[in-house]
């Protein structure tokens, strides 16, 4: 399958939610920040509010907030990526059966062998937006963020990728009567890689198998001498 930038998206998302983002102490009980993706009403209503209110109209505190806003090329990791490929393989396969029938008839267990592509490097830029009431719950976010900055971030079974992180921007607002509303704005950077399923109608990645066993046969005469006339005189086995 290809890289896609649903992909990057998914990755830095399950890695705030599980891995970054804390959990806060409130009323005696502990809250998990959740994280949500901005689409364009979301955030065009945030930016214009201040906060981010549900469909009721109440203010979602705490909460974090980001969206994609550009992706760019790398440039310094160009490459004509088309007419470039390199092979790795996974020694765990489905078919492999390795009992003793195929230790009796010397098969060995076959590995699953992948021709990819090379990707596409890109720069992709998030906005991130953390609202709370409390400077102290703030603190702890921000905290989280900048410990986690300048690592890979994603999925250790899937995607990682280097996430770096900007200034931060720090808003206090006041929103319904006398309540203060601490923001936090920043931008994340994410070196990725993408790589369509198919191009030019073939397949980025082709999957193979390796040879499960090899026989080597001799052919012998045994009808003579090995005598062929006009042309040796000394038996030969390969005849």
């Known amino acids: 399958r290809g890289i896609k930038l649903y992909d990057v998206d998914s990755a830095i998302f399950s890695y705030m939610q599980d891995i ?3 959990t806060l102490k409130v009323d005696n009980a502990e809250l998990k ?3 949500i993706y901005g ?3 979301r955030w065009k209503a945030a930016q214009i509010d201040g906060v981010y209110r549900d469909k009721r109209g109440k203010i979602q505190l705490p909460l974090i907030m980001f969206k994609r806003t550009t992706v760019d090329r790398n440039e310094s990791m160009q490459m004509p990526n088309r007419f470039l490929h390199y092979t790795t393989y996974s020694k765990w396969s489905k078919t492999n059966k390795y009992d003793k029938f ?3 008839n010397n098969f060995k267990p076959k590995s699953e062998l992948y021709d990819v592509t090379m990707p596409d490097y890109v720069d992709i830029s998030y906005e991130v937006m ?12 921000v905290e989280s963020f ?8 994603g999925d250790k079974a899937k995607f990682k990728f280097l996430t770096t992180i900007s200034d931060y921007n720090v808003v206090n607002e006041v ?12 931008s994340l950077t994410v070196k990725a890689y993408l790589l369509p399923e198919k191009f030019d109608g073939e397949d980025t990645t082709k999957k193979t198998f390796s040879t499960k066993r090899v026989v080597v046969s001799t052919e012998v005469d045994v009808t003579g001498n090995g005598r062929l006339e006009g042309m040796l005189t000394t038996p030969s086995p390969y005849y």
Not at 130 to 141: A, D, G, L, S, V
Not at 146 to 153: G, Q
Not at 175 to 185: A, D, L, P, Q, S
């Open 20 to 22: 970054v983002v804390p």
């Open 33 to 35: 920040v959740p994280v």
């Open 39 to 41: 689409n364009a009403e």
């Open 102 to 104: 195929s230790i009796l």
């Open 130 to 141: 953390i609202w709370t009431n409390f400077t102290e719950h703030m603190n702890t976010i």
């Open 146 to 153: 900048k410990y986690a900055a300048d690592e890979y971030w």
């Open 175 to 186: 929103g319904e009567g006398t309540e203060r509303i601490n923001r936090v704005e920043f």
